[in-house]
């Protein structure tokens, strides 16, 4: 083994490719599973990005067609099949409408209540939904680098388990065997920086989210209120 080290160490291979043949067959797992956790975490990155770009989108036209509406009836039944989450509290929150309001008396404490459950539960409940996929990246970002650090004390445990066996220690020989060992915890790192990054700012973004639909739940229930003074 020491030889093979040597050979690399004296033609200066040390490139990431390089270094990835010649490690052991844990420290090549640990490489794998970081590679691939780090591959999954980017098409996360990416979609999530997407995807929660395109939410924002919609809802800024959804809020501004809902302001525009003179009918909230109307405005419920020709957007019913939207998938957008803040179109899904307005229609839980009419759902629960309709169904308080059908026959008399109307219970006004009651339906308030059930409401304002309805429309928050249904906010927590698309939240959830979306943060789904960040669990991953969560994962990451907190055991890549113990994965990686892993992987290193298992290298150089090989290099200096070797060296005892050969009697050699000169840096030609341990630098190889330390190189790849430390490339592990570097394939870690690389993982679960941009993870925990991510994870910052897109739990930042669903929590400006959480709280645009909890305000426009409390407005929509504010109008539903009147109506019910008014004797709907």
């Known amino acids: 083994m020491l030889d093979s080290l040597s050979i690399h160490a004296a033609s200066g291979e040390f490139s990431p490719f390089a270094l990835f043949l010649q ?30 770009g395109r939410i924002g989108k919609k809802t800024d036209r959804f809020e501004e ?24 509290v307005l229609f839980e929150g009419m759902r629960e409408w309709r169904r308080s309001t059908a026959r008399g008396p109307i219970d006004r404490d009651g339906t308030r209540q059930r409401l304002a459950t309805a429309m928050h539960a249904t906010i ?20 890549a680098p113990f994965v990686g650090l892993f992987g290193t004390v298992w290298g150089i445990m090989r290099s200096f388990s070797a060296i005892a066996a050969e009697q050699n220690s000169s840096l030609a020989v341990v630098a190889p065997g330390i190189a790849e060992a430390l490339f592990a915890t570097a394939i870690g790192l690389f993982a679960a920086i941009p993870a925990v990054i991510a994870y910052n700012r897109f739990s930042h973004r669903l929590n400006k989210m959480e709280a645009r639909m909890g305000r426009f739940a409390d407005g929509f229930h504010a109008t539903l209120s009147r109506k019910l003074e008014l004797g709907n």
């Open 65 to 88: 067609l809902f302001s525009k509406s003179d009918n909230i009836d109307k405005f419920y039944d020709d957007h019913a099949k939207s998938s957008l989450p803040m179109a899904k």
């Open 23 to 52: 490690a052991d067959i844990i420290v090549k797992a640990v490489m794998i599973g970081l590679l691939f956790a780090s591959i999954w975490t980017w098409t996360i990155i990416v979609s999530f990005a997407m995807k929660i």
């Open 124 to 143: 927590t409940h698309e939240v959830d939904m979306l943060a789904d996929r960040l669990n991953f990246l969560a994962t990451v970002g907190s055991v």
